[in-house]
């Protein structure tokens, strides 16, 4: 007998069918015996119709009273779901965000969890009861105003719940069953990986993957919570009620390296459509001029990821080129029109036509030559490398959007990682 | 300068076109410096789909889930309404049942407020924001569950926080103009009244008049609490701010009788159709025969209204006739039926086609005749009398339903109420 999160998306609660769907799962898992507590989100489309109202009352609106009406959609599914399995003859209430209570910080819209007081939730679960508690929102205790976490908040809320219970697993039900070696749709060959480190994971998500959240992957890593990814469309018949010895059988499980027995050197390939190249020509080369750009950009909090200089060819100018979040470019130029005259004479070029592609393996602390040998298989298919960072278990390079397709399927070849 | 609560239906807030007329009437107020707390419903339509989804969820469904559920409409209502007055320069914040809060006892799906700790609301009040509160809704706190009020619970709601607000008047907006002599639909001289005693309000509200919650109205009467009906539909700007020694000049006040300079003896028409009559034919005439039959009524929660037993002619049988509502009339047959045994052989008849039509007034507290005259009326009309109750304000018959609008005409008429 296990405790159990068991969280699901917007597609996977569309209606009351696929609600009914959702129960027949819950209730998989506690015939076998497991105490569950089930997060949801909003019935996908009512999310957007409360956003779509909220921005015809007013463009420039009270984040406090956004929250407050979109909120309102996981409440919705909460009660339902709840209703749902009562007439299957599960015994179920609804919690939302301010009855558990689930505490956040101030920052509506995008706000933190600082705690979940979980006493009643486990008492009710102790006395056989499910939970359905609403995610993507809590409770800001200052003003007693209700807060949201953000777009796909709710992997958070199920980890965060699943710390607060701790529970032996939590389960993220989504439309993909588990993570994968890269995006299928991409590559043919893609396999799913029955296990993932939190820290694979993480990169995973940072650099593209869109399976699960960022956010929920950091808390599962801190609090080292066993985290799976399955899909809530095999019909629920057909899979196993999650116990010790058989949760890695289906789904990708993020979990402890430690629990990875045979560690690939390169566990997957990411890759991001989101970047934008900056490059700023004939910059002077002198002390302090790095500052002079960066400084104003982090200002306006603009994130900066990869960033390189060329080596200056005369001794006194030079180029530096880096990239941010394509939503951010139009503001990034801006506010480097607005500091020309600290940073001094220069041409400012940019472009969205550029991909970031990424290799990630913990396997590559111990391995050396991993980048290498990317850097040579990518030359070999002429894909120019326009930027390239690192960290200690994922290298990432900037190149030609055009080149993005044949640089994963080559990448994911090069690494032993096709399917047979 | 006054503190107002104002309340707007669902007709009222339909979409956020309707919403931003509504927050023009709050301007109104707001700009004439009076301290303002609106009361919203679900936009109309809302509270249709969210039933609509619990009933597909399960027929038979827990009433704290549906609670919890069809709430969320007023959350979105508010906060909509907040949103649109702050961007029209007027700070705002709106509250949900559990943030006032507005406390309620357990009975889910038809509760009742049992207080409303209005301490918070008051702080804002006086520091110049407008309240913007959800209506139909509270938190049980036993089990810190939402409760709702039951359909047309808006009205109860404002006039239970006008009364916590020490407000001086309750302005409840509808889709008419004010309360009625009878319904214009049917008498075209109907006149609206400019003021109505809370006695004679409460026998309207529960005679048929559907303007003005039955509860909402005994609440008021109780606490005296001066609640205005008045339209939503009339252009804000073609209406006067509330004032103490102008707020008759538009609607209807409901208010004491006291306030009333000119009574009328008859202040107003009502008449229902949804009542049924049941009639014993031939039952034995003896003690204890009205409590076989009107015992198991009132034991299956069944409300008789009208009673009328006929004189014995042979001094063993004799024929009793009530009156029971429509929707109680197949339960209260099966309820008869199964008495049987105890009320003894007797024929059992009943018809829908009745309409019960009332005269409603506290000048008849005073004047005596007005019933004489009523039956007078009736009978030179060829209309028959089926049953009567009276009360010190009113007197009802129960008639055939062809001859409704023709009763309701003539005693219209009759009183001295139609319009020039």
């Known amino acids: 007998m296990a405790t159990l999160v068991m969280k699901f ?23 076998a015996g497991n105490k569950v507590a089930v997060v949801v989100s909003a019935m996908s489309g009512v999310t957007n119709q409360l956003v779509s109202w909220v921005r015809e009352a007013s463009l420039l609106h009270d984040a406090r009273e956004y929250d407050a009406i979109v909120a309102s959609g996981e409440c919705v599914t909460a009660g339902l779901l709840a209703i749902v399995l009562q007439s299957i003859g599960i ?24 705690d979940i007081n979980g006493g009643s939730l486990i008492e009710r679960l102790d006395a056989g009861e499910v939970a359905v508690v609403t995610g993507f929102q809590g409770l800001e205790p200052t003003r007693n105003r209700i807060a ?43 396999r799913r990986l029955p296990k993932i480190s939190y820290e694979e994971m993480l990169e995973m998500a940072s650099l593209g993957s869109k399976v699960l959240q960022t956010r929920s992957v950091e808390l599962a890593m801190v609090y080292r919570m066993r985290t799976r990814v399955l899909s809530s469309f095999v019909p629920p018949e ?16 993020v979990c402890d390296e430690d629990e990875i027995v045979e560690t690939q050197v390169v566990s997957g390939i990411a890759y991001s459509k989101d970047e934008a190249k900056i490059t700023l020509r004939r910059i002077a080369d002198r002390p ?37 979040l394509q939503t951010d470019l139009p503001r990034a130029l801006e506010v480097l029109k607005a500091a020309q005259a600290a940073i001094g004479e220069c041409e400012l ?37 326009l ?34």
């Open 9 to 31: 998306g917007g597609t996977s609660v569309a209606n009351v069918e696929r609600i009914r769907n959702v129960a027949a799962h819950v209730k998989r898992e506690v015939d």
């Open 91 to 114: 015994p179920a209430r609804s919690w939302q965000g301010w009855q558990v209570p689930v505490i956040t910080d101030q920052a509506h819209g995008a706000a933190r969890i600082v």
């Open 148 to 190: 949201t976490l953000g777009r796909g908040g709710s992997d958070t809320s199920a980890v965060a719940l699943a710390v607060a219970l701790k529970a032996d697993l939590c389960d993220i039900y989504t439309d993909v069953d588990g993570v994968y070696t890269t995006d299928p749709r991409i590559v043919a060959k893609a």
């Open 238 to 253: 057909e899979m196993k009620a999650a116990r010790p010895d058989t949760w890695d059988e289906i789904g990708t499980i």
């Open 288 to 324: 302090g001029i790095a500052a002079a750009i960066f400084g104003p950009l982090a200002d306006a909090n603009i994130n900066v990821d990869m960033i390189v200089q060329n080596v200056s060819s005369d001794g006194r100018s030079t180029d530096m080129t880096f990239t941010v």
């Open 349 to 385: 070029v940019s472009s969205s036509d550029v991909v970031k592609v990424s290799v990630i393996g913990i396997g590559m602390r111990s391995h050396a030559g991993v980048a290498a040998q990317m850097f040579k298989a990518l030359a070999s298919k002429g894909i120019n490398i």
């Open 387 to 420: 930027a390239i960072t690192t960290s200690e278990i994922k290298i990432s390079v900037l190149i030609d959007a055009a080149y993005s397709e044949l640089a994963v399927r080559t990448l994911h070849s090069l690494y032993g990682l096709d399917a047979d």
